[in-house]
Structure formats: structure tokens, C-alpha cells
């Protein structure tokens, strides 16, 4: 059974400050990473996607890969209280279909 | 939502009845994804489709549901005789190098 796990939250951060969110899936022959935002009663929106160990990042937002140890997180620098959404973390596990599979989402709130 | 489209938005049907789940992909596209998302879980894989085939349907409940692309027209997500726990929300994304964009979602409410 190919897992993702999260931590469900809530994560609470105050305005400004490095939220860090994390990830762990089960199965090392997965390529790709993903994180989604998702507000509440909204679609998820693509924010990161990570495919190589190390750290990718765009804008303030930084993905982080771990192959050995199979996690990938994401931290989110000054962060803003419209950051508040929940974060689904979504592997890819290989196969031809390319289908996600999604840990349950961790949610955070910014506190101005 | 990237271009892809969904409808309707929301959806209320009696138990028994039912529904009828509408995805066009981004423009030009050929394949979509449906996924579902439960109240308070995350989202979870139900069907790959490309124009006129079903590429996997690992993630689709064996009764009451399939699924359909056809040559002409969206792609239909079919629930029949639906139940009170098929109140969900229902997504459809595009596939575009490497990466997955999701329609607004169907919410689905069985009274």
C-alpha cells in the first residue's frame, strides 16, 4: 500500500514567521513531488513540484527533497495570513498513468 | 483552474437517483484524471481517461460508478442509484508536463 503522510494540524504560525510543513511517503522508487494549496470549499492549486534531492524554491516558497530518507517538505517565508489554506503534499509513484496520491492534507493558519 | 472546466459546481440528489458529472481538460488535451475527496480526507484517485478509453480505473468503487470520454464532448463521471456517502467533491485535472491542474469540482450533496 503506497502511502503519504502528514501531519493534519492545525500548524500555527504568527505573521511573518517560517512555516514548516512535512511529508513522508512509503515507497522509494517515487520521482515526483508535489504540493497543492487548497482554501477551504476551493480546488487544489499547484504551488511546488520537486523531482531531485535538494531544494527547489520559488518565490517564498521552498520545497525540500529527501530520497534516502523519503520526505519532502515545504516552508513558506513571511508568511502572510492569506497563506492560511491547507497544504496537500502528492507523490507520483511511476507507472505510465502518472496518478497522485495525496496525503490528507496538513492545515495551517497565520495569525496577523 | 488552468482552462479546465466543470459542471454543474453543485449537485443535490436524492438517494437513488443519479448523477451525472461533467470535465472538459485544458484546450487540446486528450487525457483526464478524477479524483474524490471525502469530507475531511484528502483527495483520492479514481479513474484515468483518455479519449475513448480507460486507462485506469483502479480507484473506482466496483458498483454504481463509471466513467467515460468520448471522441466529441467532456468527459462524464456517472454515479447511479447514489447514497448518502457519495456526498463529496468530485475533481478533474489536465495533465501537462509532469504536472496535474485541477478543475473547480463538482460538490456532490445526497439528501
Known amino acids: 500500500q503506497k502511502e503519504v503522510e502528514q501531519n493534519s494540524g492545525p500548524l500555527s504560525v504568527p505573521e511573518g514567521a517560517i512555516a514548516s510543513l512535512n511529508c513522508t511517503y512509503s515507497?522509494?522508487?517515487?520521482?515526483?513531488f508535489f504540493w497543492y494549496r487548497q482554501y477551504s470549499g476551493k480546488s487544489p492549486e499547484l504551488i511546488m513540484s520537486?523531482?531531485?534531492?535538494g531544494d527547489k524554491e520559488d518565490g517564498r516558497f521552498t520545497a525540500q527533497l529527501n530520497k534516502a530518507s523519503q520526505y519532502v517538505s515545504l516552508l513558506i517565508r513571511d508568511s502572510q495570513p492569506s497563506d492560511s489554506a491547507t497544504y496537500l503534499c502528492a507523490v507520483h509513484y511511476g507507472g505510465a498513468t502518472n496518478k497522485l496520491i495525496f496525503g490528507t492534507g496538513t492545515l495551517l493558519a497565520v495569525q496577523p | 483552474n488552468a482552462g479546465v472546466m466543470q459542471n454543474p459546481r453543485h449537485l443535490v440528489r436524492r438517494r437513488g437517483q443519479e448523477a451525472r458529472l461533467r470535465c472538459s481538460p485544458m484546450k487540446g488535451h486528450s487525457h483526464v484524471y478524477w479524483y474524490r475527496q471525502l469530507p475531511e480526507e484528502g483527495l483520492k484517485f479514481m479513474v484515468y481517461?483518455?479519449?475513448?478509453?480507460?486507462?485506469?480505473e483502479s480507484g473506482m468503487p466496483k458498483e454504481r460508478f463509471s466513467a467515460e470520454f468520448p471522441k466529441e464532448g467532456p468527459s462524464i463521471l456517472r454515479i447511479q442509484q447514489v447514497v448518502r456517502g457519495d456526498s463529496a467533491a468530485y475533481f478533474c485535472a489536465s495533465f501537462r508536463s509532469n504536472e496535474q491542474f485541477f478543475g473547480p469540482g463538482t460538490r456532490l450533496t445526497v439528501l
Open positions: 481517461l483518455q479519449k475513448e478509453n480507460i486507462i485506469d
Open positions: 520537486i523531482y531531485s534531492n
Open positions: 515507497d522509494r522508487v517515487s520521482q515526483s
